[in-house]
């Protein structure tokens, strides 16, 4: 099984700068029932399971010359159900600049990691979240692991519908990679103009 997948650029075309009311819908329409069997999948996965998918994530990004090289990366604090990302996170900080994300009403702000005594729940989902310095530089971030509920081959991405990591996407040209577990790997995602690609996608085995 394919487990990193470098993305192709986006060619599809979508006319205007809004979708049609009815495309608009089906898309949305979509994505509820996506998210829905994902989170099915989730649950139905023991979590020494998730552990043990997660582990082979970090190995085989661990292995990717964008993160060998990279200086500074943009993770996420993982929830239960997520790819698990504490102790790959602790393992680097200590030779790489990690960066958490934080919730600021409709927002993302980045603020650095400084180990996990200094992490207090935020105001998104009650996710743990650093409460030191503000990062600003941007064009500085050299890679961004990103969570998702659902990727496809293509490189596109299903998020939870906040729209929090979109915003952040298209300010840096930083690489993204998608974060999966295999399961959360569909045929195809559905898209709206305003959903960034992945630059490439790791998975588990």
Not at 31 to 40: F, G, S, T
Request: charged share 30%.
């Amino acid at each position: 099984m394919i487990s990193f997948i470098f993305a192709p650029k986006s060619t599809e075309n979508f006319g205007s700068a809004s979708a049609d009311a009815g495309r608009k819908r089906m898309i949305m329409d979509e994505k509820k029932a996506l998210r829905k069997e994902i989170r099915q999948l989730k649950q139905t996965c023991p979590p020494e399971e998730k552990l043990r998918k997660s582990a082979s994530v970090w190995k085989k990004v661990e292995g990717m010359p964008v993160f060998r090289e990279a200086k500074t990366v943009l993770a996420y604090w993982s929830m239960d159900d997520e790819v698990y990302t504490h102790d790959f996170v602790k393992k680097w900080a200590g030779q790489k600049t990690f960066l958490l994300p934080c919730v600021r009403g409709d927002e993302l702000e980045l603020r650095y990691f400084d180990g996990e005594e200094k992490l207090a729940p935020g105001e998104g989902y009650a996710i743990p979240e650093p409460v030191g310095e503000l990062f600003t530089d941007w064009a500085q971030i050299d890679l961004i692991l990103v969570p998702g509920v659902a990727f496809d081959r293509a490189g596109n991405r299903l998020g939870r519908g906040k729209g929090y990591y979109d915003k952040v996407l298209k300010q840096t040209r930083a690489h993204k990679a998608g974060i999966a577990f295999d399961f959360q790997m569909v045929e195809q995602v559905p898209v709206e103009p305003h959903d960034v690609r992945m630059d490439s996608v790791v998975f588990s085995n």
